[in-house]
């Protein structure tokens, strides 16, 4: 047992080492559904809600109010710019993503950290999307550009943490490999 | 020529299909290159920004000013619920692009809409992230519900539209097609 708390970069790392053996333990701990919803108002304009998930099959009860969020196209794609894109949305998810990773396994790998950027960029071709042939409908190519200060670890170090990162990252692996997804529609 | 503007669904019609005639006569004016940047805060907190996009190999100036995101994760991971976490973004994202799909093919068509919305989920194993075994880092599953009403379509055409989104939906081929995922880190 310790009284000490280490909290390094913001995290606690005996929470995330806790976490850890909870799931080895059980690994229904470690299983999430994680929930959006969006409604759309006028146009290319939909707003959006993010509010509680489930966690280890139960419904976590942290979040007292949801997140809203605007979503919609420039005037060039027929919107007002009331708020990002879609796909603007998934190069953000990424860069967020790649940010906790990095930070999280930096703290418990004794990596402090002072600074940490990510640039995202992705190529589209609108041209599926209006029914026109041609490239894909998604992203052709996304780059991702970090930006890094630590005052204790070497090049090689954090280097080999972004790799980590990268392998590990839950939405680089959902734009790197297939996810079924299923829809289906209710018309009232 | 026509003097009036048909507008359906919040959608300018003309305009819609006047851009689609201007990425057949040049596909340059199909691409663009969409952007978004990160700044780490503390922990697991993370502001993103997101402002002016590349359109046809130039920059589009619509935007005025950046939209600001705040992603966190809850306190289960580690977190203080400043904001959704990365991969809830991306359901959100799926919701947005879908929505967009729906009610601009519905104005090309001809049906007018009075409600769309979405409910997302995906579901999530973090032993991956965490460093375990376990399964793939990213969603295994994502389910999307969408409830459509329309005075003047049948079910057969809302379904059919439906379908049509799905196959032409940008985020929807993200998140089924791998996409090549370049990251590069400098350290300062």
């Known amino acids: 047992m310790s009284d000490t708390v280490t ?23 470690g299983t ?3 929930k959006a919803s969006s409604r759309w108002r006028d146009g290319t304009y939909n707003v959006g809600e993010i ?3 489930v966690h280890a099959g ?11 969020l605007d979503g919609d196209e420039p005037p060039v794609l027929l ?5 990002p894109n879609a796909v603007e949305l998934l190069l953000q998810a990424l860069g967020f993503c790649y940010a906790v990773g990095f930070v999280a396994n930096a703290a418990a790998r004794g990596i402090e950290l002072t600074g940490l950027e990510y640039e995202l960029e992705g190529d589209l071709d609108v041209r599926s999307f209006l029914g ?6 998604g992203f052709t190519e996304i780059r991702a550009k970090g930006r890094v200060s630590s005052p204790n670890a070497t090049k090689d170090q954090l280097d080999e943490l972004s790799r ?8 680089r692996d ?6 079924p997804v299923t829809t289906t529609l209710e018309i009232r």
Chains 1, 2 share one sequence.
């Open 164 to 171: 980590y990162v990268q392998d590990t990252s839950p939405v």
């Open 174 to 179: 959902c734009l790197t490999n297939p996810i």
């Open 32 to 34: 999430f559904t994680f």
């Open 132 to 137: 026109l042939d041609g490239a894909r409908a």
């Open 7 to 29: 909290i390094r970069n913001g995290i606690d790392v005996d929470q995330l080492l806790a976490t850890i053996e909870a799931i080895k333990d059980d690994p229904v701990v």
């Open 51 to 53: 509010g509680r998930f």
């Open 79 to 83: 919107g007002r710019n009331k708020g």
């Open 58 to 68: 139960q419904e976590d009860e942290s979040r007292d109010e949801v997140f809203r």
